[in-house]
């Protein structure tokens, strides 16, 4: 569904709530021509008290810190940040939604080094289902390993969400789905496995969670932390420092994908090589099964992830 089917009308930007068609930038932006923004993705929950932006601190956390390796200053407090963006939810009257907050260094000259370029910071929020299909969560998914490799962090850092990455995720996303799957799975530099080109990547094996350490060239994932905390609480044993080698995806008992957009989502087959039963596994579905209640306020645990609107 495009932005025209929506109903949504107005974005922050730059301390100003403008009509969504009033939202536009010079075509000579700086971060048009070199990839430099960065920016988030978080998910608002509809919940028995109201719209619930998930671990919301966190997601700007990591906006400001994607800043820093480009010496770009968002100007604008976090509490700014967090007031606009409940002012869209409730000014739209969203029960739920996606949220997409953006930096970039914004028009004034086109050399590589940003200069004067001003940081121009932008919120939007709109409607948004599963990210992977409507089957995909209780199905799973089939993924090939990509022939794209994920870049290294001593070539960029990997930890920051900037836009220039997302290049690698959509040629990486794009073969994947040209070839009948999904999604892709990415392996590093050195061949183990990084991530998704949009999500990070979960192994079950003899009842254990494995999921590559931060030194994989991954980010640093919102749901990844959260799923690791659960499955924690939950009794399993996770190792989140792991480095998993590609044949270990083929032998593993279960697979799933996180990620703020692709949630928890289970991977039934890799290169067409079935996982476990080729179905959602118990682990997945338990972890899984206990992701939904949380977000959905089901439980009052962890109530101190959640902003509600
Ligand atoms: C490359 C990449 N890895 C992992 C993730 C998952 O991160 P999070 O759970 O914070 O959304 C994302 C999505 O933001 C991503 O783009």
Redesign the pocket.
């Known amino acids: 569904m495009g932005f025209d089917d929506m109903d949504v009308d107005t974005i922050w930007m730059d301390g100003e709530f403008v009509d969504w068609e009033d939202a536009q930038i010079h075509v000579l932006t700086h971060g048009l021509h070199y990839g430099t923004g960065v920016f988030?993705?978080?998910r608002c929950y509809e919940t028995e008290r109201g719209p619930a932006i998930f671990?919301w601190p966190?997601?700007l956390d990591?906006l400001y810190a994607s800043a820093a390796p480009y010496e770009m200053e968002i100007d604008h407090e976090p509490e700014e940040l967090t007031e606009a963006t409940l002012e869209l939810i409730r000014r739209q009257d969203l029960s739920s939604c996606y949220i997409r907050p953006i930096a970039f260094y914004g028009y004034e000259s086109l050399g590589v080094s940003p200069g004067d370029c001003p940081t121009r910071t932008a919120i939007a929020v709109w409607p948004w289902g599963t990210y992977l299909g409507e089957d995909a969560l209780e199905e799973g998914i089939d993924v090939m390993v990509s022939s794209w490799r994920?870049h290294a962090s001593s070539q960029i850092p990997?930890n920051a969400?900037t836009t220039g990455?997302?290049v690698n995720?959509l040629l990486a996303g794009e073969e994947a789905r040209r070839n009948g799957f999904a999604e892709a799975i990415?392996l590093n530099k050195e061949g183990h496995v990084a991530?998704?080109?949009?999500?990070?990547i979960f192994l079950v094996r003899d009842g254990d969670l494995y999921t590559p350490g931060l030194s994989q060239s991954?980010?640093?994932?919102?749901?990844?932390?959260?799923i690791i905390t659960l499955a924690r609480d939950l009794g399993y044993t996770v190792y989140d420092q792991a480095t998993i080698s590609r044949g270990e995806l083929n032998t593993a008992d279960e697979l799933f994908f996180?990620?703020?957009?692709?949630e928890v989502t289970p991977i039934r087959r890799v290169d067409n090589v079935e996982i476990g039963d080729g179905t959602r596994g118990p682990v997945t579905e338990e972890i899984q099964s206990k992701f939904f209640e949380v977000v959905e306020r089901r439980t009052d645990d962890y109530d101190e992830w959640f902003t509600y609107a």
């Open positions: 988030e993705g978080a671990r966190e997601h990591r994920k990997t969400k990455l997302y995720s990415v991530e998704g080109p949009g999500e990070n991954i980010l640093d994932g919102i749901t990844r932390e959260t996180t990620g703020s957009a692709a």
